[in-house]
């Protein structure tokens, strides 16, 4: 028995407007049947979400089926000859520029970042300008990267096409992340901790050592493992200034010629049809590395944000 | 700022116990110094080293000549980058045409629709789209996009299409990424604001949310147009390398960024100067996107 209702003067009749968290599917496509825009709105969403979603799919099945079946004992053989095209090798010349390379840009990076952090008032005319130059530093293509690596380290340096000039390249090119991701992990100290140590008497030397650095440790790490990741997928930079030798071989020292994992698979593409497979086997290799690298990291990373 | 003045003024009432530690202390502070510097310096290095090299060769091949001329045939001594640069812009536009508007839809997915437990989901498969390296995109293209475009359209397959395509997916990640965070950064309050005005989801979100979040909105836009311009492993395999000016989605093109790639393992004399131009153009139109993304940045403040 439905109750009569009395509308008194200005009063508007809201008992069929249901609430918003109380709406069922079918008032909601009620709703969207009185707003076509609305609904249309909201199907290209729901489209565009599913393309992409099938995109990334499509290529991780597509690169997997066609390279899973191409890693065998072969490509792993610890020397590489014409009939094995084992990329280990090339696999070892990834982690010897990644390490020289996070090593350079670790050191230098963490150190201006703290100098960031800690010492430089960020209304600081110097303080903005580095800022700008992190900024451009980010923004380079790494084919620019490559060209000045191959100017600078290669030509001008006298080192040749070397794993010392690619991991110097790289540095270059990692040190605006793994800044950042410094001065984010510094910023998350809460300042007790330092006003803390002063007033145990510290001296600021030993509070940024002793206390902050290691309480910042999980965001550093995080980042240089990102930088890692970036290393790992990079292969324009690499390619004038590491060399794109075919015939992969250990290298014998830092100034040796050696190609990378990304390099490697470059000259199996360029080598036209005979090396498909290999350079599938490459590409999922690459993709297993670099999505390890980076879930690691974000692992790392999260537990910083957990602590505070 | 407030943390750095505390520190500071603890650090000076701190009295150093000896000589030798107020020597360390100061002697680090010039080391950390020192290595903020070397961010300005590779700066300046990068464009002063790349500027020496590709002055005299603009010079020489004239500047006109160089950046208009629509011939690139180094055998013959024609140095125009012309082609180069229409190539570059038209694979950036295609680019962007194909990742901007799915990139922002997806982003508001992420942002207002995505269910919780489908969030775990979908953010490490973005991450990873944004974790694959650029050579995987391009032989990607190369084995699977280049055939189809073949068979479906045409041409060689080597074409503005697969290129743009590929670097649309490419530059996705970026987009969706950024413009869910200023999304996610609006206040809520403005939402719900909307609804209560009697709008729809869909409405709050695209006529209230999106202006909101527009200056976040172009920089995610921005980037990924300084990504798609500089990106070199995908684009050398897929784009087909022929230095004319396109005049369909089907013909071959040629970027500034494969140009260089393509021809500085053989080039010498003035054929590898005028390629260091082509970096230095590259760099160029860089510092221009990432001088338009401080703004951007400082207005927002």
Redesign the interface.
């Known amino acids: 028995m439905a109750k009569e209702i009395v509308l008194r003067e200005g009063e508007v009749d809201v008992s069929h407007i249901v609430p ?1 968290n109380r709406q069922s599917f079918a008032d909601k496509a009620r ?2 049947a009185h ?1 076509p ?3 249309i ?2 199907a ?6 599913l ?3 099938a ?3 499509w ?2 099945v ?2 997997f089926m ?1 390279g899973v079946p191409h890693l065998t004992a072969d490509i792993f053989a610890v020397r590489w000859t014409p009939e094995n095209m084992s990329m280990l090798p090339s696999l070892v010349n990834t982690l010897t520029i990644a390490g020289i390379s996070l090593v350079v840009a670790g ?6 970042a ?10 600081n005319i ?2 903005k ?2 800022r ?6 980010s ?6 990267y490559g ?2 690596g ?3 380290f290669v030509e001008l340096c006298g080192w040749g096409n070397s794993l010392l000039g690619g991991a110097f390249t790289m540095a ?1 090119m990692m ?2 992340l793994i ?1 950042r991701t410094t001065e984010e992990a510094l ?1 998350a100290v809460p ?1 007790s901790f ?2 803390g140590s ?1 007033a145990l ?5 030993r ?1 940024i050592f002793r206390i902050i650095l290691p309480s910042a440790m999980p965001g550093i790490v995080s980042g240089i493992i990102l930088g890692l ?1 970036r290393v ?5 930079a690499l ?2 200034t590491a060399g ?1 030798a075919f015939n992969v071989r250990y290298p014998a020292s830092p100034m040796n010629q050696g190609c990378t994992l ?1 390099v490697y ?2 000259s199996l ?1 360029n080598e036209g049809n005979e090396y ?1 497979g290999q ?2 086997a490459v ?1 999922v290799v ?2 297993v590395l ?2 390890l690298i ?2 690691v990291a ?1 692992f790392i990373g999260n537990k910083l944000k957990k602590e505070y | 700022m407030r943390q750095a003045s505390i520190a500071n003024n603890a650090a000076e009432a701190a009295i150093p116990v000896s000589r030798r530690a107020a020597a360390r202390e100061i002697g680090m502070k010039v080391v950390f110094a020192v290595a903020a510097a070397i961010f300005i310096a590779a700066v300046i290095v990068i464009c002063v080293y790349l500027f020496i090299r590709a002055v005299p060769a603009v010079g020489e091949i004239g500047v006109i000549e160089f950046l208009f001329g629509g011939v690139w045939a180094p055998g013959k001594g024609a140095y125009g980058i012309g082609t180069l640069v229409v190539g570059t812009i038209v694979a950036t536009a295609g680019a962007l045409i194909v990742g901007v508007p799915v990139g922002l839809l997806v982003a508001v997915f992420m942002a207002f629709y995505c269910p919780k437990w489908l969030y775990k989901i979908c953010k490490p498969l973005l991450n990873i789209l944004a974790g694959i390296p650029s050579i995987v995109y391009g032989y990607f293209g190369l084995q699977v996009i280049v055939p189809f475009v073949r068979d479906t359209f045409g041409g060689t397959g080597f074409s503005l299409l697969t290129t743009a395509f590929i670097l649309g997916v490419m530059i996705l990640p970026t987009i969706i990424n950024i413009s869910e965070t200023s999304l996610r950064a609006v206040p809520k309050s403005y939402y719900e604001g909307a609804l209560a005005l009697g709008a729809t989801k869909e409405r709050a979100i695209f006529r209230t949310m999106f202006p909101a979040a527009a200056s976040g909105i172009v920089t995610a836009v921005i980037l990924g147009l300084g990504r798609a311009f500089g990106e070199t492993a995908a684009v050398v395999i897929i784009c087909g390398n022929v230095a004319k000016f396109p005049t369909s989605l089907l013909d071959s093109i040629r970027t500034l960024s494969s140009n260089i790639a393509n021809e500085l393992g053989y080039a010498e004399g003035l054929h590898r100067e005028a390629l260091i131009a082509c970096a230095a153009v590259l760099f160029v139109f860089i510092l221009i996107i990432t001088t338009i993304i401080m703004l951007l940045r400082r207005k927002k403040r």
Do not use: H
């Open positions: 918003i709703a969207y707003k825009c609305s609904l709105g909201f290209l969403v729901l489209l565009a979400t393309i992409t979603l995109m990334v799919l290529i991780l597509y690169v066609q050191v230098v990076g963490i150190f201006a703290v100098f960031m952090v800690e010492y430089a008032k960020s209304t110097f303080v300008i580095v700008v130059a992190a900024e451009t530093l923004g380079i293509p790494s084919i620019v060209i000045f191959m100017m600078f270059l040190l605006p800044m910023r300042d330092r006003e002063f008497g510290a001296g600021k030397l509070t990741g790992v997928g990079e292969t324009m390619v004038y794109s990304t698979m470059y593409i498909i350079a599938w590409a690459l993709i670099v999505v980076n879930g974000e």
